[in-house]
């Protein structure tokens, strides 16, 4: 009876050491909320001619042309106004 409680006894011990040792390893490291607009909403086509068709950035007001025939992109410069 006594080897019986002894043993009941070291697996609790064994676990409850298990148990504390774990959470001292834990890895904490959790993932940052991004917030905003993703990259793929901030681009809008505006209009399209033929082979050709435009896009704007949003945030930024940066125009592309985009051809279709070639399947090229030309960055369009353009100006500010004052």
């Known amino acids: 009876m006594k080897n019986i409680k002894e043993t009941i ?3 609790f011990a064994v676990i409850g050491f298990v148990v504390v040792a774990s959470g ?3 890895n904490n490291a959790t993932q ?5 607009t993703p990259e793929s909403h901030v681009w809008e086509a505006v209009g399209a001619e ?4 435009w896009m704007i950035n949003k945030k ?3 125009v592309v ?3 279709a025939t ?3 992109k030309v960055i369009v410069k353009t100006i500010e106004k004052k």
């Open 32 to 36: 940052q909320p991004t917030y905003g």
């Open 60 to 62: 930024t007001g940066e």
């Open 65 to 67: 042309g985009l051809d």
């Open 50 to 53: 033929g082979n050709w068709g």
């Open 70 to 72: 070639r399947k090229a």
């Open 9 to 11: 006894i070291g697996v």
């Open 24 to 26: 001292f390893t834990t």
